[in-house]
């Protein structure tokens, strides 16, 4: 199983391979084909940075601000001019796979090729054909990307590609070393290959390339990452507090599936990671993804485990607010998120044992306090849930006090936040996802 996504697809693959070409399939095997290579296109998560509301789906278009300037995803519809309708089957496992363009030029790696090459032969041979058969082309032209010259040439873009990189031979290597049984090696197909993970939830290193792009690099792997549009990605191994030690593998599945279980809810990236992927994965897949994640070790084997305090909600419950920030918390928060922290799962989350409170770096919270966040409904929960913002009526000293008080409430127990650090993260307050239009609020 851990070959591909579809051991089918790979029996087509080499079928179309004999016949000669794509255009050669039987009818119902082209259908066959092309649903699974859909199927693949939402494990990879495709459409959260190839579809932008208005364009058409796949039509490229998203902005990516790098600090030499913007630069835009293609439009990958097949499209013969603006879109990859020239691109050959050999051409586009050589962009999924390895960050080359068609012209030979090297992809920014905004772009997760690194993970990608770790796709089997069988799943790339059914994401061509359903990009080419099963995609409506569109006739549009992404903007141009505004990165000047010199920088705009390509030729750094080759060398970092050579040095961090895998080769597909490589990487295919480490995808058939032996774990534990079919399932946690399905698993972990899936979470360090096409559903590239790691991009946001492992650190990364000077030249912005991930510091481990499997778990058989070590623990660095899917320990928490950089905020990424000021959002933190947390630790997704067996990390108490900070990372996934207490969520079974029924939470993982629920967050995975609908973005909230009763230990929290999605927001920021991780919203379009579900509401574009892993929502529209099988139960057998994601039970596959969570047993995975549940095998990882620790990263700080140090941390020690969270307990319940309830001494913050006998307080509140007493009417003693005078603790930092409880005042704030009771006049704006704890309608919702309850003095005892708990919150109305799945509706409002907990904020007692939450990771995303634990976190050594506060901006989500922040973030999350300041913008809001809304949660759009999934095909599995189809109802929204929103945070209000508070930017327009709390001020940065209240914003620091609250975010204090949740930190250190209930037995969180993490470093207190200060006015200055809300104001440092007000100048890069997000964009949200609805707004940029990757997720329709429907
Ligand atoms: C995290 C964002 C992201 C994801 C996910 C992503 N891409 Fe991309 N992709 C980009 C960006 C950005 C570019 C443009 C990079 C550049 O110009 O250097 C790009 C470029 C490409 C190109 C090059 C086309 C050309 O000629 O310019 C292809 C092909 C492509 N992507 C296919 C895919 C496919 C197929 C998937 C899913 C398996 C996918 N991408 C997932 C961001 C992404
Ligand atoms: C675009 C970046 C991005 C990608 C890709 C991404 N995540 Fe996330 N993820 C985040 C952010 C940011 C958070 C923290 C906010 C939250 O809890 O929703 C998060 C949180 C989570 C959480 C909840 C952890 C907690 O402590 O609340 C889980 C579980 C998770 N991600 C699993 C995954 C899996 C599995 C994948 C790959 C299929 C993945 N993520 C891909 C950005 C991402
Ligand atoms: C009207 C109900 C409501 C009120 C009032 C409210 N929240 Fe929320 N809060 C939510 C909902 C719903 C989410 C989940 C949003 C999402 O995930 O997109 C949330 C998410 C959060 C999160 C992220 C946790 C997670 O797992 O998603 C934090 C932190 C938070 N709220 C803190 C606060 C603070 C502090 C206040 C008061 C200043 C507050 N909230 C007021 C409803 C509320």
Redesign the pocket.
Same mark, same amino acid.
């Given at each position: 199983m851990k070959y591909g996504l579809f051991t089918r697809a790979a029996f087509f693959g080499v079928a179309a391979l004999l016949a000669g070409s794509v255009s050669e399939l039987r009818a119902e095997d082209m259908s066959a084909l092309i649903a699974q290579g859909k199927y693949v296109a939402e494990a990879s998560d495709c459409s959260a940075c190839h579809t932008v509301r208005g364009r058409g789906e796949f039509a490229g278009g998203m902005e990516f601000k790098l600090p030499i300037g913007s630069l835009y995803s293609s439009n990958i519809t097949p499209d013969p001019t603006h879109g990859i309708g020239a691109y050959s089957e050999a051409e586009f496992s050589r962009a999924v796979r390895e960050g080359v363009r068609r012209d030979g030029a090297s992809l920014y790696p905004a772009m997760p090729f690194p993970s990608y090459a770790r796709m089997s032969d069988g799943d790339l041979h059914a994401l061509y054909v359903y990009f080419m058969k099963g995609v409506q082309p569109v006739a549009l032209a992404v903007p141009p990307n505004s990165i000047p010259w010199p920088l705009s040439i390509r030729l750094p873009m080759t060398i970092w590609r050579a040095v961090f990189s895998p080769s597909v031979v490589a990487a295919q290597k480490d995808v058939n070393r032996p774990l534990r049984d079919d399932e946690i090696e399905r698993g972990a197909y899936l979470v360090e290959g096409p559903g590239h993970c790691g991009a946001c939830h492992s650190p990364r290193g000077m030249a912005l390339q991930e510091k481990a792009l499997s778990n058989s690099n070590g623990s660095l792997f899917l320990s928490g990452g950089a905020a990424i549009d000021g959002f933190v990605p947390t630790s997704l191994r067996q990390d108490q507090r900070t990372g996934l030690a207490g969520w079974s593998e029924d939470d993982i599945v629920q967050f995975l599936a609908t973005?909230?279980n009763r230990?929290?809810? /999605?927001?920021g990236g991780m919203?379009d990671a579900i509401f574009h992927g892993t929502q529209h994965l099988t139960d057998a897949d994601l039970h596959a993804m969570a047993r995975y994640l549940l095998s990882l070790q620790p990263h700080q084997p140090t941390l020690s485990a969270w307990h319940y305090d309830p001494s913050a909600a006998n307080a509140l419950q007493a009417g003693d607010a005078s603790a930092q920030g409880a005042k =704030?918390?009771v006049d704006?928060?704890e /309608?919702?998120?309850r003095s005892d922290g708990r919150?109305y799962a799945p509706?409002? @989350? @907990?904020?007692a044992g939450?990771p =995303? &409170?634990m976190s050594a770096d506060p901006a989500? &919270?922040v973030h !999350? !306090?300041q913008s809001?966040? =809304? &949660?759009p409904g999934m095909t599995k929960a189809p109802s929204a *849930?929103?945070? @209000?913002a508070?930017s327009g009526i &709390?001020s940065s000293q209240q914003?620091a006090d !609250? !975010?204090t *008080?949740?930190r250190k409430a209930w037995g969180n127990n993490a470093a207190p936040v200060t006015a200055a650090m809300v104001e440092e993260l007000r100048k890069s307050a997000p964009e949200s996802a609805i707004k940029k239009g990757i997720i329709p609020l429907n």
């Amino acid at each position: 199983m851990k070959y591909g996504l579809f051991t089918r697809a790979a029996f087509f693959g080499v079928a179309a391979l004999l016949a000669g070409s794509v255009s050669e399939l039987r009818a119902e095997d082209m259908s066959a084909l092309i649903a699974q290579g859909k199927y693949v296109a939402e494990a990879s998560d495709c459409s959260a940075c190839h579809t932008v509301r208005g364009r058409g789906e796949f039509a490229g278009g998203m902005e990516f601000k790098l600090p030499i300037g913007s630069l835009y995803s293609s439009n990958i519809t097949p499209d013969p001019t603006h879109g990859i309708g020239a691109y050959s089957e050999a051409e586009f496992s050589r962009a999924v796979r390895e960050g080359v363009r068609r012209d030979g030029a090297s992809l920014y790696p905004a772009m997760p090729f690194p993970s990608y090459a770790r796709m089997s032969d069988g799943d790339l041979h059914a994401l061509y054909v359903y990009f080419m058969k099963g995609v409506q082309p569109v006739a549009l032209a992404v903007p141009p990307n505004s990165i000047p010259w010199p920088l705009s040439i390509r030729l750094p873009m080759t060398i970092w590609r050579a040095v961090f990189s895998p080769s597909v031979v490589a990487a295919q290597k480490d995808v058939n070393r032996p774990l534990r049984d079919d399932e946690i090696e399905r698993g972990a197909y899936l979470v360090e290959g096409p559903g590239h993970c790691g991009a946001c939830h492992s650190p990364r290193g000077m030249a912005l390339q991930e510091k481990a792009l499997s778990n058989s690099n070590g623990s660095l792997f899917l320990s928490g990452g950089a905020a990424i549009d000021g959002f933190v990605p947390t630790s997704l191994r067996q990390d108490q507090r900070t990372g996934l030690a207490g969520w079974s593998e029924d939470d993982i599945v629920q967050f995975l599936a609908t973005g909230r279980n009763r230990r929290g809810e /999605a927001f920021g990236g991780m919203t379009d990671a579900i509401f574009h992927g892993t929502q529209h994965l099988t139960d057998a897949d994601l039970h596959a993804m969570a047993r995975y994640l549940l095998s990882l070790q620790p990263h700080q084997p140090t941390l020690s485990a969270w307990h319940y305090d309830p001494s913050a909600a006998n307080a509140l419950q007493a009417g003693d607010a005078s603790a930092q920030g409880a005042k =704030v918390y009771v006049d704006h928060c704890e /309608a919702c998120h309850r003095s005892d922290g708990r919150g109305y799962a799945p509706a409002f @989350p @907990p904020l007692a044992g939450n990771p =995303v &409170l634990m976190s050594a770096d506060p901006a989500s &919270l922040v973030h !999350v !306090v300041q913008s809001g966040a =809304v &949660l759009p409904g999934m095909t599995k929960a189809p109802s929204a *849930f929103a945070m @209000p913002a508070y930017s327009g009526i &709390l001020s940065s000293q209240q914003i620091a006090d !609250v !975010v204090t *008080f949740i930190r250190k409430a209930w037995g969180n127990n993490a470093a207190p936040v200060t006015a200055a650090m809300v104001e440092e993260l007000r100048k890069s307050a997000p964009e949200s996802a609805i707004k940029k239009g990757i997720i329709p609020l429907n």
